[in-house]
């Protein structure tokens, strides 16, 4: 299939982008990256999602595909045939991964999100608390999916692994501007082997942005 | 071995009225077990210990929790001949997308309506109008958000209309004068058993408002 026939509208720094570009990475599937200017929207963008107006959308033959999670989904419903499985095959596992994923973002971003925000120390501390107990989530919820194997969906990454894997440099950005670490060893040994891993991993590689420059970009934007 | 299916449920919630419309739809024999949210059982708060919410599914002991996902769920481990969800990637994607707008949209909005006051209020309402012609807009003219078949997204939205007689009591405007084609199509739902089976009597909701009202401790 020509490349051409895949874009992706989207940006560099948006961790919610870096989703289908992972799974579009397991595929193999080349397509043409569309990055939109930060501050504006263009027009493709605004036709293509007119519901939400956000990235990422995946254009499949001019077709257009919203929602990160939804777009990783239909990458491995599509292409089906091409790499690994994304989500995994037994039902009640796949409900466990759309679970979490949307236990990460409903309440474990928004409280990433939120610590960048943080005024004064009163609020930082409920932050820390609500991570705290959302990474003691996760760090339970990745021993009960990995089964022993070196990510959520088993040898390979998946849908789980995608759906949290993609804050990680945004954590990072977040660990240094407060000084504070948000993903310890100590407290979830799990949970940091599997992040490191998971950067490691070649689908994931060529999309993760630096954290310098991410740092730089999240000054920017917050500024 | 038989299926031992629980549904752990609050008879208002829009959301408990999915996933049993979908066990309906699929002729699933379940145990319906109301819940006191007010005061949480064991059960409850060990199946979903993360949420602490309703709807809970567990099916032979294991739990599944949050509306949309126990539809998928139940789609799959229970595959018929009339599916939720279209086989085809793009068209399952579009069900989807529609599904996860309804849950962002429609019960903040309707919230409003009933729980608050001045300009809350107004935003609220104008709001879950806006959501509501937006919706009506991706139906069109089909017999249902899927087409010819009832499915995920007819499922996913049509428990709000037990809740529409007291959202236009406490909103003072009517939902078929804004909505009509809306109107028509949660009356070709309800004439299914399925729905007529899973939802309450409006009244029912409207009476119940204001002591959900006190409970919240809402003026």
């Given amino acids: 299939m020509a490349s051409s026939d895949v874009k992706l509208i989207g940006a560099w720094a948006s961790p919610f982008v870096m989703r289908p570009r992972i799974a579009l990475n397991l595929k193999s599937v080349p397509y043409e990256f569309l990055q939109e200017t930060f501050g504006s929207k263009s027009e493709l963008l605004l ?3 007119p519901v939400h107006k956000k990235i990422p959308v995946l254009l499949h033959a001019d077709k257009p595909v919203c929602e990160s999670n939804i777009i990783v989904e239909y990458i491995d419903d599509t292409w089906s045939s091409s790499g690994p499985s994304i989500l995994p095959s037994d039902p009640y596992d796949r409900a466990m991964a759309r679970f979490w994923a949307a236990y990460i973002d409903e309440k474990w971003f928004v409280a990433l999100r939120s610590f960048l925000k943080a005024g004064g120390e009163e609020e930082k501390k409920a932050v820390i608390a609500q991570l705290e107990e959302g990474n003691a989530f996760l760090e339970k919820a990745f021993i009960d999916c990995s089964k022993g194997k070196p990510f959520f969906n088993g040898d390979n990454i998946g849908y789980l692994d995608i759906a949290l894997g993609c804050f990680l440099a945004w954590l990072r950005v977040t660990e240094l501007a407060v000084s504070h670490k948000i993903l310890d060893e100590a407290k979830t040994p799990s949970l940091s082997k599997w992040a490191e891993n998971f950067c490691n991993d070649p689908a994931v590689k060529p999309v993760m942005p630096e954290t310098a420059k991410l740092a730089e970009f999240a000054k920017k934007i917050f500024s | 071995m038989a299926d031992e299916v629980i549904l752990l449920d609050f008879w208002p919630s829009m959301f408990g009225m999915r996933t049993r419309i979908a066990l309906e739809e699929k002729n699933v024999i379940f145990d319906y077990r109301e819940q006191d949210l007010w005061n949480k059982s064991p059960i409850l708060l060990e199946m979903n210990l993360v949420h602490k919410k309703i709807p809970v599914l567990i099916h032979n002991g294991k739990p599944v929790c949050e509306s949309l996902i126990q539809m998928e769920y139940i789609d799959e481990v229970w595959p018929s001949k009339t599916p ?6 793009y068209q399952r994607a579009h069900a989807k997308f529609w599904g996860d707008f309804i ?69 003072n405007f009517s939902i078929e004068v804004e909505c009509p084609k809306l109107i028509a199509w ?6 299914r058993e399925s729905v007529a089976k899973s939802l309450p009597d409006s ?5 119940f408002v204001p002591e959900l009202k006190e409970k919240l401790g809402i003026k």
């Fill in chain 2, 203 to 207: 009244e029912k909701i409207t009476k």
């Fill in chain 2, 186 to 191: 949660t009356k070709r739902c309800v004439k």
């Fill in chain 2, 84 to 89: 939720l969800l279209p086989s085809d990637p």
């Fill in chain 2, 103 to 171: 849950d962002k949209k429609v019960y903040g909005s309707a919230r409003l309506i009933w729980g608050a006051k001045g300009e809350e209020h107004e935003a609220g309402k104008k709001e879950f109008i806006e959501i509501h012609k937006t919706l009506e807009s991706e139906l069109g003219d089909k017999t249902y958000f899927g087409g010819e078949t009832f499915g995920y997204v007819d499922i996913a939205l049509i428990g709000f209309y037990s809740w529409f007689e007291a959202y236009e009591k406490f909103g």
């Fill in chain 1, 47 to 49: 036709k293509s999602n």
